[in-house]
T-cell receptor, first 114, second 111 residues
Protein backbone atom coordinates (compact mmCIF):
# COMPACT_ATOMS: atom_id res chain seq x y z
CA UNK A 1 0.00 0.00 0.00
CA UNK A 2 1.19 3.48 -0.84
CA UNK A 3 2.29 5.60 2.11
CA UNK A 4 1.14 8.87 0.52
CA UNK A 5 -1.99 8.89 -1.61
CA UNK A 6 -3.51 11.68 -3.64
CA UNK A 7 -7.00 11.97 -5.07
CA UNK A 8 -7.98 12.51 -7.75
CA UNK A 9 -5.07 11.45 -9.91
CA UNK A 10 -6.38 13.41 -12.88
CA UNK A 11 -8.86 16.27 -13.01
CA UNK A 12 -10.22 18.49 -15.73
CA UNK A 13 -12.13 21.57 -14.66
CA UNK A 14 -13.32 24.87 -16.05
CA UNK A 15 -12.20 28.39 -15.27
CA UNK A 16 -13.93 29.74 -12.18
CA UNK A 17 -14.75 26.40 -10.63
CA UNK A 18 -13.74 25.52 -7.08
CA UNK A 19 -11.88 22.27 -6.73
CA UNK A 20 -10.17 20.34 -3.96
CA UNK A 21 -7.20 18.03 -4.14
CA UNK A 22 -6.77 15.61 -1.28
CA UNK A 23 -3.75 13.99 0.29
CA UNK A 24 -3.61 11.21 2.85
CA UNK A 25 -0.63 9.56 4.47
CA UNK A 26 -0.07 6.48 6.58
CA UNK A 27 3.52 7.29 7.53
CA UNK A 28 2.56 8.99 10.78
CA UNK A 29 4.45 12.13 9.83
CA UNK A 30 3.56 15.49 11.31
CA UNK A 31 4.74 17.60 8.39
CA UNK A 32 2.91 17.83 5.08
CA UNK A 33 3.52 19.92 1.96
CA UNK A 34 1.85 20.86 -1.30
CA UNK A 35 3.94 21.55 -4.40
CA UNK A 36 3.18 22.25 -8.02
CA UNK A 37 5.41 21.21 -10.90
CA UNK A 38 5.45 22.95 -14.25
CA UNK A 39 7.61 22.08 -17.24
CA UNK A 40 10.84 24.05 -17.10
CA UNK A 41 10.13 25.49 -13.65
CA UNK A 42 10.71 22.64 -11.28
CA UNK A 43 8.87 22.01 -8.04
CA UNK A 44 7.54 25.04 -6.17
CA UNK A 45 6.11 25.06 -2.67
CA UNK A 46 2.50 26.22 -2.28
CA UNK A 47 1.71 25.57 1.41
CA UNK A 48 3.13 23.54 4.24
CA UNK A 49 1.92 22.36 7.61
CA UNK A 50 3.98 21.21 10.58
CA UNK A 51 0.96 20.00 12.55
CA UNK A 52 -2.81 20.34 12.51
CA UNK A 53 -2.72 23.85 13.95
CA UNK A 54 0.34 25.12 12.07
CA UNK A 55 -0.18 26.09 8.42
CA UNK A 56 2.19 28.29 6.46
CA UNK A 57 2.33 29.89 3.03
CA UNK A 58 4.98 28.80 0.63
CA UNK A 59 6.50 30.44 -2.40
CA UNK A 60 3.33 30.60 -4.54
CA UNK A 61 0.25 30.53 -2.30
CA UNK A 62 -1.89 33.11 -4.12
CA UNK A 63 -5.07 31.54 -5.48
CA UNK A 64 -4.78 28.50 -3.21
CA UNK A 65 -5.95 27.55 0.25
CA UNK A 66 -5.37 24.49 2.40
CA UNK A 67 -6.97 22.56 5.22
CA UNK A 68 -5.28 20.16 7.61
CA UNK A 69 -8.16 18.01 8.76
CA UNK A 70 -6.04 15.58 10.75
CA UNK A 71 -2.44 14.53 11.09
CA UNK A 72 -2.92 12.23 8.11
CA UNK A 73 -4.91 14.53 5.80
CA UNK A 74 -3.98 17.74 4.02
CA UNK A 75 -6.21 19.21 1.32
CA UNK A 76 -5.45 21.86 -1.28
CA UNK A 77 -8.24 24.01 -2.71
CA UNK A 78 -8.38 26.23 -5.73
CA UNK A 79 -11.14 28.70 -4.89
CA UNK A 80 -11.65 29.86 -8.47
CA UNK A 81 -9.53 27.90 -10.90
CA UNK A 82 -7.71 29.69 -13.72
CA UNK A 83 -5.86 28.20 -16.72
CA UNK A 84 -2.39 29.04 -15.40
CA UNK A 85 -3.08 26.72 -12.48
CA UNK A 86 -2.84 23.84 -14.92
CA UNK A 87 0.03 21.78 -13.52
CA UNK A 88 1.07 18.61 -11.76
CA UNK A 89 0.42 18.84 -8.01
CA UNK A 90 2.33 16.83 -5.44
CA UNK A 91 1.76 16.26 -1.77
CA UNK A 92 4.73 15.36 0.41
CA UNK A 93 5.23 14.34 4.02
CA UNK A 94 8.22 14.39 6.32
CA UNK A 95 9.28 13.83 9.85
CA UNK A 96 12.05 15.60 11.74
CA UNK A 97 14.34 13.18 13.56
CA UNK A 98 17.56 14.23 15.24
CA UNK A 99 17.75 17.32 13.07
CA UNK A 100 17.37 15.39 9.85
CA UNK A 101 14.34 15.52 7.60
CA UNK A 102 13.44 13.75 4.37
CA UNK A 103 10.37 14.55 2.30
CA UNK A 104 8.42 11.70 0.70
CA UNK A 105 6.16 12.46 -2.22
CA UNK A 106 2.80 11.18 -3.35
CA UNK A 107 2.04 10.08 -6.92
CA UNK A 108 0.67 13.47 -7.98
CA UNK A 109 -2.54 14.95 -9.36
CA UNK A 110 -2.58 16.18 -12.94
CA UNK A 111 -4.89 19.19 -13.18
CA UNK A 112 -6.11 20.81 -16.38
CA UNK A 113 -8.05 24.06 -16.15
CA UNK A 114 -9.90 24.94 -19.35
CA UNK B 1 17.72 33.94 -2.47
CA UNK B 2 18.59 30.27 -2.67
CA UNK B 3 19.43 29.02 -6.14
CA UNK B 4 19.87 25.52 -7.52
CA UNK B 5 21.10 24.95 -11.07
CA UNK B 6 21.27 21.49 -12.59
CA UNK B 7 23.24 20.58 -15.67
CA UNK B 8 22.93 19.31 -18.25
CA UNK B 9 19.19 19.72 -18.80
CA UNK B 10 19.18 16.43 -20.68
CA UNK B 11 21.70 13.64 -21.07
CA UNK B 12 21.59 10.67 -23.35
CA UNK B 13 23.89 7.72 -22.62
CA UNK B 14 24.48 4.30 -24.02
CA UNK B 15 24.03 1.41 -21.64
CA UNK B 16 27.27 0.99 -19.70
CA UNK B 17 28.50 4.52 -20.44
CA UNK B 18 29.28 6.16 -17.10
CA UNK B 19 28.72 9.88 -16.55
CA UNK B 20 27.88 12.53 -13.97
CA UNK B 21 25.07 14.98 -13.34
CA UNK B 22 25.81 18.33 -11.72
CA UNK B 23 23.92 20.37 -9.16
CA UNK B 24 25.35 23.81 -8.38
CA UNK B 25 23.86 25.71 -5.49
CA UNK B 26 23.96 29.12 -3.89
CA UNK B 27 22.62 29.05 -0.38
CA UNK B 28 23.57 30.78 2.81
CA UNK B 29 24.10 28.04 5.33
CA UNK B 30 23.42 24.69 3.70
CA UNK B 31 21.74 22.26 6.05
CA UNK B 32 21.28 19.47 3.52
CA UNK B 33 21.32 18.65 -0.17
CA UNK B 34 18.87 16.11 -1.52
CA UNK B 35 18.75 13.99 -4.65
CA UNK B 36 15.49 12.59 -5.98
CA UNK B 37 14.60 10.44 -8.97
CA UNK B 38 11.35 11.10 -10.83
CA UNK B 39 9.82 8.78 -13.40
CA UNK B 40 7.30 10.17 -15.90
CA UNK B 41 3.88 10.73 -14.31
CA UNK B 42 5.11 9.82 -10.83
CA UNK B 43 6.18 11.60 -7.69
CA UNK B 44 9.84 12.18 -6.85
CA UNK B 45 11.51 9.24 -5.12
CA UNK B 46 14.09 10.01 -2.45
CA UNK B 47 17.66 8.87 -3.19
CA UNK B 48 20.20 10.62 -0.95
CA UNK B 49 20.80 13.38 1.54
CA UNK B 50 24.24 14.95 1.91
CA UNK B 51 25.03 17.25 4.81
CA UNK B 52 28.68 18.32 4.61
CA UNK B 53 31.39 18.90 2.03
CA UNK B 54 33.32 15.74 1.32
CA UNK B 55 30.42 13.47 2.12
CA UNK B 56 29.62 10.65 -0.32
CA UNK B 57 26.72 8.22 -0.48
CA UNK B 58 26.13 5.26 -2.76
CA UNK B 59 23.16 3.22 -3.89
CA UNK B 60 23.58 0.57 -6.54
CA UNK B 61 24.99 2.34 -9.64
CA UNK B 62 24.59 5.82 -8.15
CA UNK B 63 27.04 7.78 -6.05
CA UNK B 64 26.40 11.30 -4.79
CA UNK B 65 29.16 13.66 -3.69
CA UNK B 66 29.12 17.13 -2.17
CA UNK B 67 31.46 20.13 -2.20
CA UNK B 68 30.87 23.61 -0.83
CA UNK B 69 29.36 24.79 -4.11
CA UNK B 70 28.06 21.75 -5.96
CA UNK B 71 27.02 18.15 -5.86
CA UNK B 72 27.56 15.42 -8.40
CA UNK B 73 25.48 12.36 -9.05
CA UNK B 74 27.76 9.80 -10.65
CA UNK B 75 26.14 7.00 -12.60
CA UNK B 76 28.35 3.98 -13.19
CA UNK B 77 27.54 1.57 -16.01
CA UNK B 78 23.95 2.78 -16.33
CA UNK B 79 21.12 0.56 -17.48
CA UNK B 80 17.95 1.56 -19.37
CA UNK B 81 15.98 1.38 -16.11
CA UNK B 82 18.07 4.27 -14.77
CA UNK B 83 16.32 6.53 -17.27
CA UNK B 84 14.45 9.21 -15.32
CA UNK B 85 14.61 12.84 -14.32
CA UNK B 86 16.99 13.46 -11.44
CA UNK B 87 16.15 16.35 -9.14
CA UNK B 88 18.42 18.17 -6.72
CA UNK B 89 17.14 20.25 -3.80
CA UNK B 90 18.71 22.25 -0.98
CA UNK B 91 17.58 22.94 2.55
CA UNK B 92 18.93 26.14 4.07
CA UNK B 93 19.46 26.47 7.79
CA UNK B 94 16.74 28.72 9.16
CA UNK B 95 14.39 28.08 6.24
CA UNK B 96 12.10 25.94 8.37
CA UNK B 97 13.07 22.88 6.33
CA UNK B 98 11.65 24.26 3.10
CA UNK B 99 13.35 22.81 0.04
CA UNK B 100 14.45 24.72 -3.06
CA UNK B 101 14.50 22.47 -6.11
CA UNK B 102 16.46 22.60 -9.32
CA UNK B 103 14.75 22.00 -12.64
CA UNK B 104 16.19 18.53 -13.03
CA UNK B 105 18.26 16.55 -15.50
CA UNK B 106 16.44 14.20 -17.84
CA UNK B 107 18.59 11.09 -18.24
CA UNK B 108 17.96 8.65 -21.05
CA UNK B 109 19.94 5.40 -21.20
CA UNK B 110 19.71 3.57 -24.49
CA UNK B 111 20.18 -0.20 -24.67
Amino acid sequence: DADVTQTPRNRITKTGKRIMLECSQTKGHDRMYWYRQDPGLGLRLIYYSFDVKDINKGEISDGYSVSRQAQAKFSLSLESAIPNQTALYFCATSDLYQGEETQYFGPGTRLLVL
Amino acid sequence: EDQVTQSPEALRLQEGESSSLNCSYTVSGLRGLFWYRQDPGKGPEFLFTLYSAGEEKEKERLKATLTKKESFLHITAPKPEDSATYLCAVDRAGSNYKLTFGKGTLLTVNP
